[in-house]
């Protein structure tokens, strides 16, 4: 179903009754391309070579008769315009690429004469056909910006012709606009066929200012004339062009922070602070949120924090850590329900306190993720050698009741079930979007740790059987972002356990799904302004802010993620790699950024959908959502106080028995230690770099070497140095 704009219909009209005049026409290597200036506009058209014109309106000219313009070409195929008129004077930037696929990139700006409250019509892209102009069958939208994600597009041109169009817009570059206007960026990228594009949001009230220079555009398409077989080549050809627009992003400069010592204060609240707290008979348990009394303690929450703190190697010994380890574990077997012989979400002998506030607080209700990520925390710590052997026994019982939930629902997990009956509650998110579509990847995580620990090849089969049921989501795969890092996790694994090709295709099918739920982008208005965004992850697909959890589930997979495919040298594709290593560096400096003690105190919210959020306390809020709301909304969350924790297990390696450490800004693994050297392989790509930084020196120097031979001197002045990725380095140390 096409609706052409009216913007549309008069863009075709003038080019249909020949009135315009060309500015500027040349080919691209096969790729013909014309600049017109029609009586309103200034087009760029493009012959696409699949029987489809690519017809990008640059600008609005408002008031032709006292417009004037200049149009010259720098260089190859790159165009500069000036063009002045009544509103203020444009300038505009067109620079095109060819060869098999085409590469545009343009922007504009906008110098206004007067404040403005309203702008002419926003730049738009229309798909069409050739010399006639006719509507085209409508092709499939893969990708469309939701939300605060990043601004892109992504559409074939239907059956009927080849190739895909990958539009994405640097919303980065929006911000002043935003500002100034007092406007959201969310939803601001779109599609309906045969148009794409940016749509800016308008204010009657604020303008944007006399004398100041807003950009207003800044637009990136990549043309490919194939067309990708199935899903997953076509999350490849949006992987590699997202790769290829990443380059060419300004990427802010990062701010490192002093982990260790915001860990020891979440420690200290950890144990001081009654709000986090709920006794239960004679155990202690950590609430869901700050003085969340209400709803009965959860096992999840409690091993959220314990399982990444006792995989802590150096803030574990402490007396605090201690504390709150000893607490933690005491009270974990309380949560098998000895009818099911099953760990459970609730604490057993206090459900009935639940509130039936929300669908799932309710006696005997499971949402289905709840069941398995206790028990790879579990997991995780019987390889850590933690628990003892009761816990280990009540483990291996779970796992037998999980298998029988999985196989009941044939690894289709609904979002609500029935306990007891195994009875579906609800089914799906919302009607025709599935259930937990990646839990079946969670499972088939957990199923191997059991492989793992037991050596049982019933675990590994039920892995294999869960993981085949992801292959039919495609792009549509995701329902909670660290379930689905998990699943990538697990088909990566059976990679390297089978090497059959299918497992590492749809491995890199759900980091696509991953990485498409991201805001590659710096939010910076209203209270964004003051706390980095970029490269931000999404709980949800639908969800309209980012959370602190489900981010740092995410950083510890795709750390473990890309050891495993070095290790095993997995043939990943090179730029998910670059990808991923570049969210953990931004999100390791970022994520601290949850923290109420980092923010200001006017752009907390002052009151919370659950418990209190105190300002002082170091414990992250869940939420950071668009610059023009409070931030912490949702709750200050103590169970992701393990957020902390797992930044400094996968970002800092520890120099010596002392306070020193390095914080490392990507996935490495350790080759060698000897007395007062370290030996590391930094993983991600040569094509970027992070920040090493050494903290806690007590001589005055510490010398890196790279693999080139260069080495530098760091000093407790000079502390920090930015490499490359991919490469070997040695740090060196005086005690």
Known sequence: MTNVSITAQVSKSHLINGEYHRLYQDDLGGYDYTLFRTPSEILLEVNLRNGRLLLARLSELSDPSSTTIHCKSIESHRLDLEIECSIGLYRIHVQLHGGESVFIHYTMHLEPKNHLTKLPNNPEVLILEDQNYKIPPEGTTYHMQKQLRSGACFTDFGQKSKGTLLYFQDLSSLNKYAEHTQQSLSDVVSMQWPELGLSLPQSDQRAIQKGERYKLCHAYLIFEPTQPKDSIAMSRRYIR??????????????????????AHYALQGLVRTHGC???????????????????????????AVLTPLVLHSTLERSNHAQQVIGSLTAGLSNFFDPILKAFVRWIPNKEHHLDHSEEQKKPRVMDSWYLQHPLIQLASLLEAKHLDADLENKFYQSLRFCIKVAHHFEYNWPIFYDLDTLEII???????????????????????????LSGKKIYLTEAKRAAKTLFRFGFDLIYQSNNTAYAAEALLQLWVLTKEKKYLDYSELCLGNLLRNTGIWQRAY???????????????????????????????????????????????????????????????????????????????????KTGYLDAELWMPIEDLGDGWEAVGQVGQEVYGAGFLFQLIRYHYLSLDDTSSCCYIGYPYIEIDRKDQQVKIQVLGSSDYGCIVQVYGM??????????????????????????????????????
């Open 277 to 303: 707290w709920q006794q239960v008979e004679e155990n202690a348990y950590l609430n869901a949120y700050l003085n969340d009394y209400e709803t009965p303690p959860e096992s999840m929450v409690q091993l």
């Open 526 to 608: 209203g209270n964004s302004k003051e706390y980095p965004t970029f490269f931000c992850l999404y709980p949800l697909t639908d969800a309209p802010y980012s959370a602190v959890f489900e981010e740092q589930e995410t950083l510890a997979s795709f750390h473990r993620y890309l050891r495993m495919a070095h290790t095993e040298k997995a043939p990943v594709a090179e730029d998910l790699q670059a990808l991923m290593a570049e969210y953990t560096y931004y999100a390791s400096c970022r994520l601290a950024y949850y923290l109420p003690s980092l923010l200001p105190k006017d752009i907390l919210a002052t009151r919370v």
């Open 426 to 452: 609800k089914e799906e998110a919302q009607p025709g979007q599935g259930g937990e579509k990646d839990v079946a990847g969670m499972y088939a995580y957990l199923m191997l740790k059991a492989y793992t």
């Open 241 to 262: 062009g997202l790769a290829s627009i990443y380059e060419q992003l300004e990427r802010p400069a990062i701010r490192t922070l002093p982990l260790p010592r915001y």
């Open 698 to 735: 007590k001589s005055n120097a510490c010398t890196i070497t790279l693999k080139d031979g260069s080495h530098y001197d760091l000093t407790k002045d000079n502390n920090r140095l930015k490499i490359k990725g991919a490469q070997e380095i040695t740090i060196k140390w005086k005690s």
